[in-house]
């Protein structure tokens, strides 16, 4: 069986932050992290609140600048990308999905998944068709022109599902994209996240505290004590 090629890896990267009171030690976030992941595969990160998982999120997707080490994202080592070509690479090339669905007020749903694509250079009409498509599939064909106060949480989190397919991404980034949602919400967006990034061949780097979700995942990674290790 033909191994999956690497789309992202994360090589003996540490973070460190300013020490909060004056005359105080940096705190320490990461120490000499490793992870991969590959493409079309996906990966869990579980730890305690405050542990660093979404510090290694964000230093994953360029977000976020580590200390020491490496991140590269098919083939390229981020840290050498300009701030210009870092953010296209970002637009093109990763989805994102946090707690908070972050849609724009001031847009409907169907606005608010083309406009990214827009962005990545596509016509109107093609980001138009691009998002009509994602929105029917997410099951919110019938709240297209509905702006993020006139949807629930869950569907909400539907159309920032959405948004962060509709370029087609390498890897999707998810940061406890259930944590705000009930119950049964948390299960519809799970469920679809999940047939969303097999059907599309996507790979998935997601952040949770929640060990089921986390179990669905091909590779489940725990990070304790600024250390990560791959749960047994």
Do not use: W
């Not at 159309?159 to 519809?188: K, Y």
């Amino acid at each position: 069986m033909m191994k999956s090629a690497e789309v992202l890896s994360l090589k003996q990267v540490s973070k460190s932050f300013p020490a909060t009171l004056r005359g105080g030690q940096p705190i320490q976030i990461l120490q000499q992290v490793s992870l991969s992941l590959a493409s079309s595969t996906s990966i869990a990160i579980t730890g305690r609140s405050g542990s660093g998982k979404s510090t290694l999120l964000q230093i994953s997707a360029g977000l976020l600048g580590c200390d020491s080490g490496q991140v590269i994202f098919e083939n390229q080592q981020i840290s050498t990308l300009d701030d210009v070509k870092l953010s296209m690479l970002r637009c093109k090339r990763m989805g994102f999905i946090f707690q908070s669905s972050l849609l724009l007020d001031d847009f409907n749903a169907l606005e608010n998944v083309q406009i990214p694509a827009m962005i990545a250079g596509s016509s109107e009409k093609q980001a138009r068709k691009r998002a009509l498509e994602l929105l029917q599939t997410v099951g919110l064909a019938d709240r297209l022109y509905h702006t993020s106060d006139q949807l629930s949480g869950g569907e909400r989190q539907r159309v920032a599902i959405a948004r962060a397919l509709v370029n087609e991404p390498a890897v999707i980034f998810a940061d406890e994209p259930t944590g705000s949602l009930d119950e049964r919400n948390a299960q519809l967006v799970e469920d679809l996240l999940f047939n969303l990034v097999s059907e599309r061949k996507v790979s998935l780097m997601l952040i949770t505290h929640n060990n089921a979700f986390a179990s669905r995942c091909d590779i489940v990674y725990h990070l304790h004590d600024k250390k990560l290790e791959v749960d047994a």
